[in-house]
């Protein structure tokens, strides 16, 4: 059964850093296309960050390019999602997501409040 579970996330001060965490089981999560989402109260889900099969590549929509880093512990099969240089605009519930045998997968989710 694959499961998705997001951790870390967590009321910050803007300037801040989290790392949030993406504890993939019941398939390895090296072979396949790792992403992480977000989602604003009343916004529509949006990309964030794209590691390919093995790590190989990573993307990234242009408004945390340069603060934001998605890694991989593939000894873990867990998927990491690095923030730093928080902003008020990055305040959102924030998901894990895989497609696995054409089927998507997301995790919970994990609230992220960036706030003073």
């Known amino acids: 059964q694959v499961q998705l579970v997001e951790s870390g996330g967590a009321l910050v001060q803007p300037g801040g850093s989290l790392r949030l965490s993406c504890a993939a089981s019941g398939f390895i999560s090296r072979w396949f296309l790792m992403s992480w989402y977000r989602q604003a109260p009343g916004k529509e889900r949006e990309l964030v960050a794209t590691?390919?099969?093995?790590?190989?590549?990573?993307n990234y929509t242009d408004s945390v390019k340069g603060r934001f880093t998605i890694s991989r512990d593939n000894a873990k099969n867990t998927v990491f999602l690095q923030m730093n240089g928080l902003k008020a605009e990055d305040t959102a519930v924030y998901y894990c997501?895989?497609?696995?045998?054409?089927?998507?997968?997301w995790g919970q989710g994990t609230q992220v409040t960036v706030s003073s």
């Open positions: 997501n895989s497609k696995v045998a054409g089927i998507d997968y």
């Open positions: 590691s390919t099969r093995f790590g190989s590549s990573t």
